[in-house]
């Protein structure tokens, strides 16, 4: 069974993300290329990675109106990724255009409160109450709107998935144990967040930042 790790590449150089996916290609199971990757590179980094032979999760957190999301997805079906996300947050027309644009191979997530917010940010957007009851909210309009899964921290996992059994659960912001939370502030272990239901984890800099990328992967892997 391929491992359930996707590794974050975040960086704009294509020939930095190369050499780290070249380092750790044995040990997860998928490649997550975000903004900075695809702002820099486009389609043709894209293309470059997709030689790694893993799949690629396209993570571009699309949030805009229904007619503008749908038209972006239809403009990346050349590249088929295996993982595409979006703003739950965009709301349910926007949640069913870009399922509909999509295709047939690529799984929508949606991203519903990112992992980087804890309660009190989410106040200053607006949003009050627990961050796992907007995630809560958030994942029942994804399903409704006919989403693959979502995405959310492995502190809400287990709650969502016990409503939605056969969603596609996306947890990043994951961290080994003692490991430097960075800007993440719903943190768990890898461990645990499979435990508690995830599908797929995602991982960066505790891999990417890592004297020896590889072994990271490779240790992170031996706890699972
Ligand atoms: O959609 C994501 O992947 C994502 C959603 C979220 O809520 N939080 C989050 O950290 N991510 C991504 O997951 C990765 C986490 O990276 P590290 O914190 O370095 O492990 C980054 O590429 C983020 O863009």
Not at 31 to 54: D, P, S, Y
């Amino acid at each position: 069974m391929s491992s359930p790790i996707y590794v974050a590449i975040d960086t704009p150089e294509l020939e930095k993300a190369q050499a780290l996916a070249g380092q750790v290609r044995h040990h997860v199971g998928g490649l997550k290329l975000g903004l900075e990757f695809f702002c820099a590179n486009g389609h043709h980094g894209v293309h470059e990675m997709m030689k790694f032979g893993l799949p690629i999760f396209l993570d571009l957190k699309l949030h805009d109106i229904p007619n503008t999301v749908a038209k972006a997805i239809q403009s990346l079906h050349v590249l088929e990724p295996a993982i595409l996300t979006v703003h739950a947050a965009g709301g349910r027309a926007m949640l069913e255009n870009a399922k509909a644009a999509a295709g047939a191979h690529t799984k929508v997530v949606a991203v519903t409160v990112l992992t980087s917010l804890d309660d009190g940010d989410l106040l200053d957007t607006g949003v009050g109450g627990r961050a796992e009851d907007q995630v809560a909210r958030l994942a029942d309009l994804a399903r409704s709107a006919g989403l693959d899964g979502i995405v959310c921290s492995g502190a809400e996992v287990a709650l969502v998935r016990q409503a939605w059994p056969e969603g596609f659960f996306v947890v990043p912001g994951v961290r080994p144990a003692g490991g430097a939370m960075g800007d993440q502030k719903r943190a768990v272990t890898p461990r645990e967040a499979l435990d508690r239901g995830a599908s797929i984890l995602v991982v960066g800099r505790p891999i990417s930042l890592a004297e020896n990328p590889d072994t990271a992967a490779r240790e992170i892997e031996a706890t699972l």
